[in-house]
Structures are given as C-alpha cells and as structure tokens.
C-alpha cells in the first residue's frame, strides 16, 4: 500500500524486488487524482502479471478508513519526504492513523529528509533553474482553476528560507504590488500589500532522535534505519510497538 502514490515511479524498485521474491500479491494506491490511480493500475498490471491492484481515490488524512484489509504481510509506504509537509501536531495524528492499519508482520517503509547544512537546503528550495519557484506559483493557478480565483502568479516572487528553530524550510509568496484578488467561488477578496507573504508549505527536516520521538508518540517503534553515504537522506522501517 502506498500513500500518494502518484505515478508508483519510486515503488517500481520496490514491486520489481517482491516480483522477484514471488511476495508481490496486491498494490493499493492511495492518491487524491483518480486519473492517476486508473492509470497506475492499468500500467502495473500489465507489467506485472497476476498483480492485483486495488486503487483508494482520496486524502490520506481522511479517507484511509477505505482501505482494503491486507491479505498477508503487508507494507505500508510513505515515500519521498511527504511526512514533512506536516507541523508536528498533525505529523503525528497522520502516523497513528497509520498504525491502526498495521497488524503483525506489518510495517511502514518511510523517507525522510534529514537536517543538514542551511545553505545546501535554501539553494535546493531556490534552485537556480527557478523550478521550485514555478512549482510555488503553481498553487495559484490551482486556485484559479479550482475556486475562480484571480490570481496572476507574475504579482508574486517565490521565497525559501531554513526556520533554525523549527529545523524546516518555509516556502512563500511573496507580493511584488499591492492588490486585491477575489476568490469568486468563495466571494472572497484577498488584498496584499507590497512585499506581503503567505506560506504555502513547510518541509521539516528531521534527526533520527525526533524521528523516534514522532513514531514512539504515535504507537510505532524504529526496527531499521537507512541512509544515504552522506546522511543526507533516511529511509526507515518501523512496525507497531510492543
């Protein structure tokens, strides 16, 4: 089972591995864009033959009571950071949501982005083709489309900063002028003034003693811990505590 799973890119190493081993049984994605869990479905199938797929269209905050239950050992998998985007209060109400899914011989397969050096965080947040800067904007023109909102993504430049406190980075927007949106599905006008921000999203970074303290707070103990030659990245395995 995967949480947001989009495309499964990521998962293929690991499906390729229990195709291999003869434990590939059943994929459940897990996603809020049907589109993509139909084609996910549809391409795994065919790559991998006899491979069920039960696709969950929704938010994995609220609708994983839909799941299937698991038809054997089962792996749940939290790829690619996403943990972070969640303050801890709510980091940690996602998890316990998590452990109720798990039973014996269950585990969470889950990467994290690890505290390192400030300024190789902000110049990756920053990066100098400005494609983090046009994945920022981008929640305006999601705005646009999906509330009718009137928003020009050129009214705002793109800001990434480390929070020392906190240990995460901060994305913003901030506005180039001074002017007034209205969010039309809402009759909403959002005024800002010149050099005014909004946070758009927060990427924590973590150490392995904060990650413990969030799993041992929702249930779930550490059984395996993963990094990269660098220790830049962490990729852990974790199950129900005893």
Not at 60 to 75: C, K, S, Y
Not at 114 to 139: S, W
Not at 142 to 159: S, T, W, Y
Request: proline content about 4%; charged content about 30%; glycine content about 8%.
């Amino acid at each position: 089972m995967e949480l947001g799973s989009g495309t499964a890119a990521k998962t293929r190493v690991l499906l390729d591995a229990l195709h291999e081993t003869g434990t590939l049984v059943r994929y459940v994605p897990v996603d809020v864009t049907e589109r993509m869990v139909r084609a996910c479905a549809e391409q795994l199938t065919e790559e991998y033959p006899g491979l069920q797929v039960h696709g969950v269209i929704g938010d994995f905050e609220r609708h994983l009571d839909q799941v299937p239950p698991a038809v054997g050992p089962r792996i749940v998998a939290f790829l690619g950071g996403t943990i972070g985007n969640f303050p801890p209060g709510s980091r940690r109400r996602v998890l316990r949501t998590i452990r109720a899914l798990l039973g014996d011989g269950d585990h969470l397969l889950m990467g994290t982005d690890l505290v390192k050096d400030p300024e190789i965080l902000e110049a990756a947040y920053d990066d100098a083709q400005g494609l983090t800067a046009e994945f920022n904007r981008n929640v305006l023109r999601v705005l646009n489309r999906e509330l009718d909102a009137g928003f020009d993504p050129h009214d705002f430049e793109h800001v990434a900063l480390f929070d020392r406190e906190h240990e995460w980075i901060e994305m913003r927007l901030r506005a180039r002028r001074a002017h007034t949106t209205l969010v039309r599905a809402l009759d909403l006008p959002v005024h800002f003034e010149a050099g005014e921000e909004m946070r758009t999203e927060i990427s924590a970074k973590f150490t392995r003693q904060r990650l413990q303290g969030d799993l041992a707070a929702a249930g779930l103990e550490l059984v395996r811990w993963l990094t990269d030659a660098e220790e830049q990245f962490a990729l852990t395995l974790s199950a129900r505590a005893r």
